[in-house]
């Protein structure tokens, strides 16, 4: 009895279609569906969006054209002359100004702030796309996982079955019969197992992306298409974690010209009502505050420090990130290499060579330890296989992230 992966699923498959309440009460997910989720319900995307809007709030506060509030100052006094007694008072507002340039300095860099949260979001939603792409291979490679070790346990049982009946016609020996049974044990062990990691494996995707009952996933472990080399340099070349430095570098440079805008002078302009033995004083006057002590010399200190600095990471992140998609690249090439060798040299033939092996047993051509041995070296085949195209997978995965693809 010839019992293939193949119909394996294709008997999980027909369950499935005769019994609808089990269909419906599972959330089938594809990758897309899974990416698309993780963008709108992962908390460290949320929340720096909400960090975006808190940078947009400094925006404002830079454009107003006026910084400083009016100052009101009112006096008031008694004046005695000649032994007559009056009372005299003063009133004056006054409003100061800045230089224009500190202004357009200001929104500048408040401007860069909400640029780096911007792009602060796209680093998250990279590492929260990353951990779900992965967690869904790991799901749907438990799942396949799950369904060969199933088809292993049933052909461990059909050569029970064999065993058996052989037994009974008196070609084999009742040691080769408990053989044969604890061969089985072990491959529905080895099942009960599959299926507790695809469990753990769901349960991990559900949490990430935070849904509420059974949930099933659904796509190919097959090798995609080469990715091209080109596209992937140039999406390097906006990795999330340079756009971040750029903007830094902007702002520090737009600190500097704050800072630069000090030694300029403020200015302002007031207006002041005196009444004064019985006469009215109308004053108009203009103020400068000249920069002769304090001239921005901190934040000028600071923010060519800064710039520098930020400068320097840009420069080492440049060449972090290329040797990382150079790495990543080479990695992912060579799983795929390994899949394919596998593919094409050693996956032929494994389904007629079961069906070889059962059947020479059946017929007495090879003995129970022959055809068990043949089976593990047959199911490790399978299972090398599975896990080298599981392999490709996360290194695909991680090459995208490198190359700034996930976003």
Known sequence: MRVSCTA????????ALLWPGAARAQTVLWLADVLTRAREQAPQIVIARLAVAEAQGRVTGASQ?????????????????????????????????????RRDARIAAAGALVDQRAVAVEVAARDVLRDAARLFYQALY??????????????????LDVADRRFRAGDLAVLDVNLARSALARARAQSAAGQAEQAAALGHLRALLRLEGAIAVEGSLALPAAPDADTLTRAME?????????????????????????QQPNYGAGLRYQREGGDNILFGGVTFVLPVFAKGQELSATGTARGARLRAELDVARARVHIELEAAQAVYER?????????????PGLDDSDALATRSFDVGQIGLPDVLL???????????????????????????????VLR
């Not at 438990?142 to 050569?159: M, P, T, Y």
């Not at 906006?238 to 000090?262: G, H, I, M, T, Y």
């Open 374 to 404: 043949i089976r593990r070296e047959l199911l490790d085949t399978r299972f090398q296989y599975l896990s080298s195209l599981f392999e490709a997978a996360q290194a695909r995965v991680e090459l995208d992230a490198a190359a700034g």
């Open 335 to 347: 799983r795929a290499a390994a899949a394919r060798v596998l593919e094409t040299e050693a996956l």
């Open 238 to 262: 906006q990795r999330p974690e340079l756009r971040v430095l750029e903007a830094a570098v902007r702002e520090a440079d737009a600190d500097l010209s704050v800072a630069n805008s000090f």
């Open 142 to 159: 438990a799942g396949e996982r799950a369904r060969l070790l199933a088809a292993s346990a049933d052909l461990a049982n059909s050569i």
């Open 65 to 101: 054209r006026l910084q400083m509030n009016p100052e009101l100052d009112f006096n008031v006094g008694s004046r005695e002359s000649g032994g007559n007694r009056s009372t005299e008072l003063q009133f004056g507002i006054n409003q100061m100004f800045e230089p224009r340039e």
């Open 8 to 15: 394996f699923v294709l008997a999980v498959a027909c369950a």
